[in-house]
Structures are given as structure tokens and as C-alpha cells.
């Protein structure tokens, strides 16, 4: 009586089980037929345009020579910044965001593709977005191919990466494309994108043979707080400017400004020390 019982409590375990396996199997988030949710657009540029919008406005007001330097240094610095990362990164991640208009395809090599055309500048690029769930439940794997003729771009592999299933956090890898004949990583993006209030990004130059190899520009936004940080890596040595997203009150903080203090400003980007 008690063998029977424990072969009946068995299989019913067993049926349990299969049918546990086969619900896991087809979970929507896990579907093979399911394409995986992209990156944000925003895993790839910063904006700054609120700081700068509101410096612009704030230095043509009338003040005392010398007392808004420290604000001035800021806006000159993160214009800079905004231009450097808009240079390499406005074209590939243009032609990123383009692809959140198109309906991907499963295709035979098992990866849903996003293919499609669009110009930048005049000129025409024919994009090939692929992205599939490489680890089940935890990790999608992203590439972008590009044909472009003047640029000589031949199926180039742009840029590559991963990210949650969620699609809230991940990394991208970008090649060189200016040596269209090779695959030459030269930068390197950590992100997290939460919200429009909790997100950062990491830059890394990963350029081997390059001078600033090593070194990171990390953007952050922290509810009302912004920072943007520069990690010299062959000097050891980290600058920075916070500031408040509404108010635009904040500091500059670099190894040879300032005697390496930092400069404080306040709403009205008047200096307080």
C-alpha cells in the first residue's frame, strides 16, 4: 500500500514537473518568437542641453567681471564634452534610434534582425540591427551592420553589445570606421537607463596604442543631481562638475583650477568662492 502510494506521489511529481519545464518554456519574456526589448537610444549620447540652455541665458545677465568664472569654466568644458561625444557617436546612434521604427524578423541564423535604409547627411546607409537572448532570462546580444559606399563601410560591424532583458542596463563596444578594412574597438559605453531621472553612462577609450587609452567620462543624473567626471587615467587624477538640473547651482572641480577647490556657483551662477 505504501509502494503504491509512493509510485502515485512520483508520477504525479514527475507530471508536475513537465508541466512546470513546459509553462517556463513558453514565459512570453522567454519566447524564441518574442523579439527582445532594444536599448534606449539613450544608452549611446548625453544631454546636456539643460545646463548649457541655462547657462546661456544666465551669462548674459548683468554681473560683476570675474565673479561667474567658475560657472563660465563649466559651460565652456561641458561643450566640449557634448561636441567630442556628439562627433563619433550622433551618426551610429541616429541610425540606432531608426531602427525603433521598423518591425524586426526572426531569421534562419536564429537572431531577429531590424534591416532597413535611411540617410544621415545626405548620405544613405543600409542598416542590419541583430540582436538575440543569449543567456535565457538574464542577457540579450545586440550588433549593428552597416553598408554605407563613400564611406566604404562594406557590412561593417559598427558596433556591438548587451544588455538585460529589460533593457534598462548594458554595454556597448564601438569599432573604428574611419579603418573600414578592420575591427578596431576604440570605445567602450557602460549604461544604465532607469528613468529620465536615474541613468548613466560610462565612457571608456579601449583605443590600443592611443595616448588617452584608459581613461572614462562618466555622465550621471541622480533624481535632481548631474554630474559629469573625467578620469585621466595615466595621471591618476579625476575632474568634475555637479550641479542641481533645476537650479543649475553647482561646482567645478579640477587638479589645476582653482587649487584643485571646488568652484562653487549658485542659482544665479554668480561664484561663492
Not at 545646463?51 to 559651460?75: D, Y
Not at 540582436?131 to 566604404?152: F, L, Y
Not at 573604428?176 to 578594412?181: H, M
Not at 541613468?199 to 535632481?224: A, P, S
Amino acid at each position: 500500500m505504501k509502494t503504491k502510494s509512493y509510485r502515485r506521489f512520483l508520477c504525479i511529481g514527475i507530471i508536475l514537473s513537465h508541466l512546470f519545464i513546459i509553462m517556463c518554456e513558453k514565459n512570453p519574456s522567454e519566447s524564441e518568437n518574442e523579439a527582445p526589448v532594444m536599448p534606449p537610444q539613450e544608452s549611446m549620447m548625453i544631454d546636456l542641453s539643460g545646463f548649457s540652455v541655462g547657462g546661456a541665458q544666465s551669462l548674459n545677465k548683468p554681473a560683476i567681471p570675474q565673479t561667474k568664472k567658475h560657472f563660465g569654466l563649466a559651460v565652456g568644458t561641458l561643450t566640449l564634452v557634448n561636441t567630442a561625444i556628439a562627433l563619433h557617436l550622433i551618426i551610429p546612434a541616429y541610425i540606432f534610434g531608426r531602427a525603433l521604427l521598423e518591425d524586426p524578423e526572426l531569421q534562419s541564423d536564429g537572431k531577429f534582425h531590424w534591416t532597413y535604409s535611411t540617410k544621415y547627411q545626405l548620405l544613405n546607409y543600409e542598416a542590419d540591427l541583430a540582436g538575440w537572448v543569449d543567456v535565457p532570462g538574464s542577457e540579450v546580444n545586440w550588433e549593428m551592420i552597416v553598408t554605407q559606399s563613400k564611406r566604404k563601410l562594406d557590412h561593417y560591424r559598427w558596433y556591438y553589445g548587451h544588455c538585460n532583458i529589460g533593457a534598462t542596463e548594458g554595454g556597448w563596444t564601438f569599432n573604428d570606421v574611419s579603418q573600414p578594412d578592420q575591427q578596431i574597438p576604440v570605445v567602450q559605453i557602460d549604461w544604465l537607463v532607469q528613468s529620465e531621472t536615474d541613468r548613466m553612462l560610462v565612457f571608456k577609450n579601449v583605443f590600443e596604442g592611443n595616448e588617452n587609452i584608459g581613461d572614462q567620462l562618466t555622465y550621471q543624473i541622480d533624481g535632481d543631481s548631474a554630474r559629469v567626471q573625467y578620469l585621466d587615467f595615466s595621471e591618476g587624477t579625476t575632474s568634475k562638475i555637479v550641479w542641481h538640473t533645476e537650479t543649475i547651482a553647482g561646482y567645478i572641480q579640477a587638479p589645476n583650477y582653482n587649487e584643485g577647490v571646488p568652484g562653487c556657483w549658485d542659482e544665479n551662477q554668480q561664484d561663492l568662492n
